[in-house]
């Protein structure tokens, strides 16, 4: 399994529900709200890489609001 951080800059005032709309996919462990340069975290796990990158290409970011997404990988030191 692979797992990562999804950080999401969105619109002005979505982040909300942005986050909320996000939180009910398959895949999706958690998403935050929170404050700094990105608006939504959001915590995911796929079976592998090609897997994370289909969650996020077809599924997060078509997500109305959301302006830029920036994906991290976790990895185990």
Known sequence: M???YV???TDTGRAASVANEIREMA???STEA???PY?????????DVDALGQLVV???QP???I???????VVKL
Not at 67 to 73: K, Q, S
């Open 67 to 73: 302006v830029r997404t920036l994906t991290c990988p």
């Open 27 to 29: 895949g999706v462990l």
């Open 34 to 36: 929170v404050t700094g």
């Open 2 to 4: 692979v797992q990562a």
């Open 63 to 65: 997500v109305d609001g």
């Open 39 to 47: 608006d939504v975290v959001v915590f995911a796990e796929a079976a």
């Open 58 to 60: 077809t599924q997060i």
């Open 7 to 9: 950080l999401i800059q």
